[in-house]
C-alpha cells in the first residue's frame, strides 16, 4: 500500500471557528489563547486582528 501524506494549513482556522459560532466576533480583532487564568501566547488571531500586529 502506498503511503501519502497531506499537509493542509488552515489559516486563522480557530479564530475564524469562534467568529461563526458567536456573530457578534464578526468583524472584530480576535485571538485565541490556549490557558485562560495564566500567561499564555496567541495560538492563531483573526485577519482583523492581523491588521493591528497581532501574530
Same mark, same amino acid.
Given at each position: 500500500?502506498?503511503? $501519502?501524506?497531506?499537509? $493542509?494549513?488552515?489559516?486563522?482556522?480557530? *479564530?475564524?471557528?469562534?467568529?461563526?459560532?458567536?456573530?457578534?466576533?464578526?468583524?472584530?480583532? &480576535?485571538? &485565541? /489563547?490556549?490557558?485562560?487564568?495564566?500567561?499564555?501566547?496567541?495560538? /492563531?488571531?483573526?485577519?482583523? *486582528?492581523? *491588521?493591528?500586529? &497581532?501574530?
Amino acid at each position: 500500500m502506498k503511503r $501519502i501524506i497531506m499537509h $493542509i494549513d488552515m489559516d486563522a482556522f480557530f *479564530a475564524s471557528i469562534e467568529q461563526n459560532r458567536k456573530p457578534w466576533l464578526r468583524g472584530k480583532p &480576535v485571538g &485565541v /489563547t490556549g490557558n485562560p487564568d495564566g500567561r499564555s501566547v496567541i495560538a /492563531t488571531a483573526s485577519y482583523e *486582528a492581523r *491588521a493591528f500586529g &497581532v501574530k
